[in-house]
């Protein structure tokens, strides 16, 4: 066998056994940061090593600092599993090595990448002819998506800024709910845009914007604006009201961006689609692939209406219309790039249109199970609207809940992660995996009636 074969032959005998450990395993890693230095650390060695022992050695050094993501009762931030054909297809991926940015060194890359892109642009019901970017993560769908909104609202207002930049521009609001995502004013301040360019619009007890707030907000200043909504809040899960939200940006000629990196799903669904009504109307949207579709890291998904408005900022032939769709790079940021279609068009040629939405529906009914449960423990408090597939806990007061979240995690059984939610501390549980199944959720409900016993 040669070096590869060796290597892929351990990787997989690896990959399989720690499958096999997901059940059993600590979900929370039982190495820190500064264990898994000193693991993997010391001098770069002088002499190489052969590459199967060094598949065996990163796997038996890596294990203690690794977190059960891939099983099903990792309910921290908001992270997804790894749908088998996406797995299998990632690791197809690297072994093929394709550059995805060119159409014509890497056609099987770029046109996986269209067809599911297409695939996504039907399922989520938007626009026909929307154009799709794979980027690394929502962060950066956003930032892609963002990038167009800016070129767009300056060429409105006389503007080129590809080729005159931002010095002496017309000033660009962004208009954002007061409960948005951090990775927008990361991405305005990407764009040069400045965080003073942020205008906070107030939003209701669960996150959602306030349309007379927003009407408001947009009333006080005339120029270029971008209004940023949201498709699940973060912790709550909640949307905002696209269809009068949209409305009232349409009398100020804004660029409508939504951020939707695990809420856009919803769309898939029919029994769940009335949160994103009205969102269809916006100008760009983005997503993760990595999140609700359990595609595995990385992969986030930006989505705009207008191709040539993403072409303008990205786009590096002038022919690009001519072309129809151009290459992928001409929708990213990036050149050179992983071939992130083929995972995406694998998890959704798994599931189908039906199996896309029966997973979402399958995340937002175990989240209603996990909060029933959990509201059935005394001295534990479901704090938000669960709508989607968000919980959001209180165990007390602050002390005791943050408490709480360590116990859990210490245990190994499942774990939550801290925040606070409109100054209270809370343990938030985001329900985001295809591997969670109805007993994980029941065993992690023991596992916090145990905690909560043990206070
Ligand atoms: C996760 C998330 C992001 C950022 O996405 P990454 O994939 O982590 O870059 C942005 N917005 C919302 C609402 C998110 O949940």
Known sequence: ???????????????????????????????????????????????????????????????????GIAGGRFFGFVIGGELPAALGADWLTSVWDQNAGLNSVAPAAAAAETIAGRWIVDALGLPG??????????????????????????????????????????????????????????????????????????????????????????????????????????????????????????????WVHVDGAFGLWAAASPRLRHLTDGMAAADSWATDAHKTLNVPYDCGVALVRDPAALASVFGVHADYLIEGQGDPTERVPELSRRARGFPVWAALRSLGGDGLAALVEQLCARATQMATGLAAIPGVEVVNEVAFTQVMTSFGDDARTAEAGRRLLAGGEAAFTPATWRGRGVQRCSLSSWATTAADVDRTVEAVRRVVASL
């Not at 059940?23 to 940061?33: G, L």
């Not at 007890?205 to 009407?215: P, V």
């Open 129 to 254: 002819g929307t154009t799709v970017g794979l980027a690394t993560g929502g962060m950066m769908a956003n930032y892609a998506c963002l990038s167009a909104a800016r070129h767009t609202v300056l060429a409105r207002a006389g503007w080129d800024v590809n080729q005159r930049g931002l010095f002496e521009a017309p000033r660009v609001r962004v208009v954002v709910g007061r409960d948005r995502h951090d990775t927008i004013d990361r991405a305005v301040r990407f764009l040069g845009l400045g965080q003073d360019a942020v205008r906070e619009v107030a939003t209701d007890n669960q996150g959602r914007l306030d349309t007379a707030a927003l009407a408001s907000v947009l009333a006080a200043d005339g120029g270029p604006v971008i209004v940023c909504l949201q498709a699940g809040e973060v912790h709550t899960g909640a949307f905002d009201p696209f269809g009068e939200a949209i409305e009232i940006t349409r009398r100020h000629d804004a």
């Open 1 to 67: 066998m040669d070096d590869r074969h060796r290597a892929l032959a351990r990787s997989y005998e690896l990959s399989a056994g720690f499958l096999d450990t997901l059940d059993d395993r600590p979900v929370w890693p039982r190495a820190t940061y500064e264990e898994m230095l000193k693991a993997l650390g010391g001098a770069l060695p002088a002499g190489g090593s052969d590459p199967a022992d060094v598949i065996t050695d990163l796997a038996r050094l890596a294990d203690p600092g690794l977190a």
